[in-house]
């Protein structure tokens, strides 16, 4: 029997598990992927939201706003990358300013600091390469960036060092109240719970309905990325917004954390919630929106393009908290799009404490802080590198050469709290095979490392799960054949 069962291993799930880490009690998420961070959480545009657009008296608002005040010192904690350069939301039509001003206005209501409207000189003062058509723009300096799957690795390390388990490639199919305690139906057998949180991103709209007498429809919303190289000085050093649109916040051009430019997202209704692939229209679509921003933009530094789904719910607002009509000890954080990254943090904090107090937890005395982490190699100064090595040999060995990541960093990522365990894991916990080469050069290396810390034989290491193996059997086996 468990405590706390919380469905879902993206930033909220793992936020959600971090403060529940404080509390005593059997918990653990489940998630029917490998890994953490496999959905939403991996594939999104890493900004935190200053909260200026959300619609006054929402949640969405009110955790956006908080969520975002509380995210640097979040990251602090965990030592996961975080910057705040602003934001501008750009515009280039006359009706534009109408659109701006009823912006500004919301960021007033909801209470978000230092936002103004500016004209085209100051924009192109502050952003000299943005498109000189330019006319007006809403200046929001308290928007932030973060690494989206770092943070939430780093939250369930947290989590994984105070008691709460991990319990991965567990996809849930059903739950159900039986004598006073929810079972959960999952792929590899029922388990018990007194209490039960849904975060299961596009597909927690199934499992609400399974319980709730108010029904839910979560539409996937698929976003395709471009990702540039970082090897060139960046262009625009805050986030470039266009005049947002009924489906979203519309293309961005953004920096990242690490010095890449992004661009996208696209906005897609689809069937397929697994459906991440990118297509050519999308990305034609997202090339054309872009150059009204960054007329310039050139395909020769694209090392990568992706996609990611986020969870639209026809409402338009998250629905969190106890769910409506069923039994107790249900509850959900569902319908969590953009801002969901920058509202995790409230989310987790109030959701958590929730749960907690519902089943009448007692906080764990034995609570251990995060531990941040350490700072990467590429980041060090020649001093810190050096004691570094001293410390640990395996720093004198690049594994990456795109994004100077060491054999220490590779196996201090395996051997974390909830560690990598495939290529796509180191990947994003030390950017391994994240440079312009896209794992080309390391991959070889990497996974010889995941063999030897994990006692498995290279043709069980797989890229990102089970029928994702690299190695398929020996040459001269199928000689033999």
């Not at 490998?34 to 939403?40: L, N």
């Not at 619609?55 to 975002?68: D, E, I, S």
């Not at 103004?116 to 100051?122: F, W």
Request: aromatic content about 6%; proline content about 5%.
């Amino acid at each position: 029997m468990f405590d706390i069962l919380i469905i879902g291993a993206g930033v909220t799930g793992c936020s959600i598990a971090k403060r529940l880490g404080q509390y005593k009690g059997k918990m653990a998420v489940l998630d029917l992927a490998d890994d953490v961070s496999q959905g939403a959480s991996k594939a999104n545009s890493g900004i935190v939201h200053a909260g200026y657009d959300a619609k006054p008296g929402t949640q969405k608002a009110r955790l956006n706003v908080k969520g975002a005040g509380m995210m640097k010192d979040l990251c602090e904690s965990l030592g996961v990358p975080y910057g705040q350069p602003g934001a501008l939301v750009l515009g280039f039509h006359e009706e534009d300013r109408q659109t701006l001003e009823a912006l500004y206005q919301s960021s007033l209501i909801n209470e978000v600091p230092g936002c103004r409207l500016i004209d085209r000189d100051e924009v192109l003062r502050l952003e000299p390469n943005v498109n000189k058509d330019v006319l007006c723009a809403l200046d929001v300096p308290t928007s932030g960036l973060v690494s989206p799957y770092e943070l939430t690795h780093a939250l369930a390390d947290s989590a994984k060092e105070n008691g709460v388990d991990f319990l991965l490639n567990h996809e849930v199919k059903a739950l159900e109240y039986q004598d006073g305690a929810w079972l959960v139906h999952t792929s590899k057998g029922v388990l018990k719970t007194r209490a039960v949180i849904n975060c299961a991103g596009t597909f927690a709209g199934v499992l609400h309905n399974q319980i709730s007498t108010r029904k839910v429809k979560i539409i996937p919303r698929r976003g395709q990325y471009y990702l540039l190289d970082r090897m060139q000085p960046l262009l625009f050093t805050r986030t470039l917004f266009q005049v947002p649109t009924k489906m979203g916040k519309g293309v961005l051009v953004s920096p990242t954390t690490h010095g890449n430019l992004l661009l996208g997202p696209t906005a897609e209704d689809i069937e397929d919630g697994f459906d991440t692939a990118t297509t050519a229209e999308g990305l034609d679509d997202i090339l054309d929106k872009v150059r009204l921003t960054y007329p310039e933009v050139s395909l020769r530094q694209v090392i990568t393009t992706f996609s990611g789904i986020r969870a639209h719910e026809t409402g338009g607002d998250f629905i969190i908290g106890a769910v409506e009509g069923a039994p107790e000890g249900a509850f959900e954080a569902i319908g969590i799009e953009s801002p969901g990254l920058s509202a995790a943090p409230a989310i987790g904090e109030e959701l958590g404490d929730w749960v907690a107090y519902s089943l009448g937890l007692e906080k764990n005395p034995n609570h251990i802080p995060p531990t941040p982490l350490p700072k990467p190699f590429s980041a060090m100064s020649e001093k810190e590198r050096r004691a570094a090595y001293e410390n640990d040999p395996d720093y004198g060995r690049i594994v990456c050469r795109c994004e100077q990541v060491t054999e220490a960093e590779i196996r201090q990522a395996i051997r974390r709290p909830q560690g990598a365990r495939t290529l796509d894991g180191v990947k994003r916990r030390t950017r391994a095979g994240m440079g312009r080469c896209q794992s080309g050069f390391c991959s070889t290396r990497v996974m010889q490392i995941l063999s030897e810390e994990l006692g498995l034989p290279l043709d069980m290491i797989t890229k990102s799960g089970q029928g994702s193996e690299l190695i398929v059997g020996q040459i001269g086996e199928k000689n033999d054949e």
